[in-house]
């Protein structure tokens, strides 16, 4: 069974950076699309970025398109997201997650029923 374990979140001003990683147990991390989501609170899961199974296709959401970059390596079954000029409504959980299916893009418009496994999620609080 895959586990997702995300590390990197904390705090940070406005404008700043982290990067989060995500790191997956398990065999054929290589043959999945992997996503990040977020969460506020009150709010539902909401799409970030995705990267397809090889690497070679990202996907961002509006929100962070030229602010964040989604890389991967599947030698070390690991995601990252570098997240840059972060801004306060940037604040929430995020979240690993791997599509549902392999070998697969998935949708236009990323949804989170798509990804069927999840890491426990990791805080991101940026203060303004």
């Known amino acids: 069974q895959v586990q997702l374990e995300e590390a990197g979140g904390g705090l940070v001003q406005a404008g700043g950076s982290l990067r989060l990683s995500c790191a997956a147990s398990?065999?054929?991390?290589?043959?999945?699309?992997m996503a990040w989501f977020r969460q506020a609170p009150g709010k539902e899961h909401e799409f970030v970025a995705r990267?397809?199974?090889?690497?070679?296709?990202?996907r961002y959401a509006d929100s962070v398109k030229g602010r964040f970059t989604v890389s991967r390596d599947n030698t070390k079954n690991t995601v990252w997201l570098q997240m840059n000029s972060l801004k306060p409504e940037d604040t929430a959980v995020y979240y690993c997650?791997?599509?549902?299916?392999?070998?697969?893009?998935?949708?236009?418009?990323?949804?989170?029923?798509?990804?069927?496994?999840w890491g426990q999620g990791t805080q991101v609080t940026v203060s303004s």
């Open positions: 997650a791997r599509h549902r299916d392999a070998i697969t893009y998935g949708g236009m418009s990323p949804t989170a029923d798509e990804y069927d496994t």
């Open positions: 398990g065999r054929a991390f290589s043959i999945y699309t």
């Open positions: 990267i397809i199974w090889s690497g070679a296709s990202t």
